[in-house]
């Protein structure tokens, strides 16, 4: 394949395709074992990093390699600096030039550490379009950007392109590859088996070659409507009634997730600010927010790895608010955190860390039951169409199948709640898919789902209602049918309220 002077390219595939791995074999994170990379006619022996931004090549990987002891500039200069002193005060001042370029604004003393997830994919971005590179790579770039903040992205692209930069865009969703690209190439288990002109193919065609199917005459409405989601398309009103009543009668039943002026502080400073909220048996509630209005440290206050300053949190009327994350799990409570390599340890198997919250369950007189353990793994990879085996270590899987790990450790618990920060983030149209098709599964069996995401076209496919965090604040709600891209970016800015 090829990328021009001055072009977009567009590369599909689905979650283990082998997009990931031809990207770092091009940025030298990964040595290849035969082929040949070449810049303008010239063959590069690429080693490392250094050799691929010194060749003219950007890139922002998926996996965040930044310091988080070190600050936003100094993670920026460790990336093209060598040996000696740096003039900071100019450093500084080029940091904020190319923050400007893509229209983000980051404090550049703010240490990696405080940052939200989606704040650290911002100073990636930053760290490639900092270097004056001749072909930028662009991993899934969009993901934790709102509609303004893509919007200014694309223009950014677009600026560079006109003055001859090459784009290898690599995304889901089909609405940004037919807007941006001029041309899509399309991956499958490692083979490129398509690459056609972005306006001479359609959505179906694109999704067939990504998949490897050419027939869709088995998909279901629901189904049709989630895959069309997870690729960016527009999504019709669905089976929800667009004029019931957004928020649900508290009196009725018991809430499976209750949050009541939930506050959590950081000397002194409120991250969350008197949050309330309920999630009703049978209901999927969405947040949505910008990265840093306090998603990381709602998710982690209710997943039991920060303690809240003041508040209360109920899972079925049982107060959890200073229970541990095993007594949280005991009440009911699930789990997806939006860190997925986090929530797993790299080095054991896919078995191990199916079992990591319940080992009591496979412990026998004192000793870990592997028969036990083994039998568990195997339904559960069969359940849930785990790509693996049971030995397999979970760090070589790929996003979209450790995403499935983590899915079925949870809902093997039968929780009352869940909660699932950025349950999609990174995974292909199948995986995409499928994760929905689980928490619709839970929301039928009258659990509670609370989605806490920054894809819009998730939030709007998938919930019944969703609420904006603002500052820590939940500022307004609103119904799927009415949350148009406009309107719920102009709320996750501050600028409309309930």
């Known amino acids: 394949m090829s990328v021009g002077r001055g072009e977009v390219v567009a590369m599909l595939g689905e979650n283990g395709a082998g997009k990931s791995t031809l990207m770092k074999i091009i ?42 002891t070190m600050t936003v500039r100094e993670n ?14 100019q450093h500084r ?27 650290r994919q911002r100073v990636e971005i930053v760290k490639a379009l900092f270097h004056d590179c001749r072909v930028l790579i662009l991993d899934e770039p969009t993901a934790v950007l709102t509609p303004q903040d893509v919007r200014a992205l694309f223009v950014t692209i677009e600026r560079l392109r006109t003055s001859g930069l090459g784009v290898l865009f690599v995304s ?30 359609g959505d179906a065609e694109l999704a067939a070659l990504m998949m490897g199917s050419t027939t869709a005459s088995t998909t279901t409405t629901t189904d049709t409507d989630t895959a069309a989601a997870a690729v960016g398309l527009s999504v019709p009103a669905t089976n929800r009634d667009a004029s019931s009543p957004a928020s649900p009668d508290p009196g009725a039943r018991v809430p499976a997730l209750s949050l009541t002026d939930v506050t959590y502080e950081v000397r002194g400073h409120p991250v969350l600010d008197g949050v309330s909220l309920q999630v009703m048996p049978g209901e999927i509630v969405g947040v949505a927010g910008i990265s840093g209005n ?22 079925a009327g049982q107060d959890i608010t200073r229970s541990g994350v095993g007594a949280r799990l005991q009440a009911g409570l699930g789990r997806l955190t939006e860190d ?38 195997e339904e559960l990879i069969e359940r849930f169409d785990i790509r693996a085996t049971p030995t397999d270590v979970i760090a070589n899987l790929s996003g979209g199948n450790m995403q499935k790990v983590l899915l ?31 928490l619709e ?4 069996r009258d659990g509670g789902v609370l989605v806490i995401s920054e894809d819009l076209d998730e939030l709007r496919s998938l919930c019944d209602r969703i609420v904006v965090l603002f500052r820590g604040r939940i500022t307004a709600e609103v119904a799927p049918a009415e949350a148009t891209s406009d309107r719920l970016g102009r709320m996750m800015a501050g600028e409309v309220s309930a």
């Open 294 to 315: 306090g998603q990381t440290e709602l998710t982690g206050v209710l997943a039991g790895t920060l303690a809240a300053s003041r508040g209360r949190v109920e899972v």
């Open 172 to 201: 889901h969703k089909l609405r940004e590859v037919a807007e941006i690209s001029h041309r899509v190439v399309v991956l499958r288990r490692g083979t490129l088996v398509g690459e056609r002109v972005t306006q001479e193919v």
């Open 93 to 119: 001042a080029r940091v904020e030039q190319a923050m400007e370029r893509i229209g983000v604004d980051l404090q550049p003393e703010r240490l990696v550490s405080t940052l939200s997830i989606g704040e």
């Open 76 to 89: 920026v200069a460790l990336s093209g600096v060598g040996l000696g002193r740096i003039d900071a005060r």
């Open 408 to 438: 079925a450790r949870t809902l093997a618990r039968r929780p009352r709640a869940l909660v699932a920060a950025q349950p999609t983030r990174g995974l292909d149209v199948g995986a995409y898919r499928y994760v929905h098709g689980r």
């Open 340 to 377: 997925r390599r986090g929530s797993v340890i790299p080095q054991l198997s896919v078995e191990q860390n199916l079992v990591l919250e319940d080992l009591p369950a496979f412990t026998r007189r004192g000793v870990l039951d592997g028969a036990a353990i083994r039998r568990h793994a």
């Open 441 to 444: 599964d839970l929301k039928a």
């Open 27 to 68: 940025y030298g994170l990964v040595r290849p074992d035969a082929g040949v990379i070449r810049m303008e006619g010239r063959t590069l022996n690429i080693r490392s990093p250094r050799d691929a931004m010194a060749a003219g090549i950007g890139m922002v990987t998926q996996e965040f390699s930044l310091v988080e």
